[in-house]
């Protein structure tokens, strides 16, 4: 879910992305907690919110996330984020990238983000489009 979370354009940090136990120092004020864990729910006493997460389903937790935030699809960013750095990519010139994805994508899109951290490059390819109507479904 946290991947769908930071498609969606969400600053997301995975908790198994830190040390064990310096989880919750990393947070940040304002953020939302999610978690599935009773012992973190339990200890749990500062003034950020917590949303326990019930569902074993990916889509019927974030689901829940986007009803108990009251999240609009106005609000999300999709494909604004990098589904592994969680860092914002930057759009990028077309000329700059090429040769380094396959020349049919070059050839066929106009509009490329790539990653400040990793250099991954993104593009609006048809595995967006399949997450798009995912998405669609969420907010009907
Ligand atoms: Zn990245």
Redesign the pocket.
Known sequence: MAKWLRLLGFDTVFENECDAGQFLDHLKPGVVLLTRTEKIRNTFSASQRLIFIESNDTGEQLQQVIDELEIEKKDIRPFSR??????E?EIIEKERIYGQVPDYVWENNTVFQS??????IYWPGSHIERSLERIDKIFT
Request: glycine fraction near 0%; proline fraction near 8%.
């Open positions: 990098c589904l592994m750095c969680n860092v990519n990653c400040p951290e990793c250099k991954k």
